[in-house]
């Protein structure tokens, strides 16, 4: 099994929320970690997404960030409404 991590960099100008999570976030750069796995046995190179991460400042003072798994779609919601609520510059994964 072949494991790939692509990491890149998300923009938002207003703090965000995300579905699952109890707090809203700060603006900010954000990282998004995805982890994707090979697919075997076709004549192309084919990855399927494993599993999407964020680093997000911690709820507790006791750690300065913490890993979130988070639903590329709620992502691609929430940066899409950063978006649209009349940012100058559009919130989009940088990379």
């Known amino acids: 099994m072949t494991i790939r991590t ?3 960099a998300v923009s938002f100008d207003r703090p965000f929320t995300l579905e699952g ?4 976030l ?3 750069v954000y990282e998004v970690i995805t982890d994707e796995e090979l ?3 076709v004549s192309f190179p084919v990855f399927r ?4 991460m964020m680093l997000v400042p911690a709820a507790s ?3 300065a960030v913490e890993m979130l798994t988070v639903d590329p779609r709620d992502l691609a919601a929430a940066i899409k409404r950063d978006a649209s609520a009349g940012s100058s510059e559009v919130a989009s994964p940088k990379g």
């Open 39 to 41: 697919i075997q046995g």
């Open 21 to 24: 999570l109890d707090r809203a």
């Open 26 to 28: 700060p603006a900010g």
């Open 6 to 8: 692509k990491r890149e």
């Open 49 to 52: 997404r494993l599993t999407t």
């Open 61 to 63: 003072p006791s750690s």
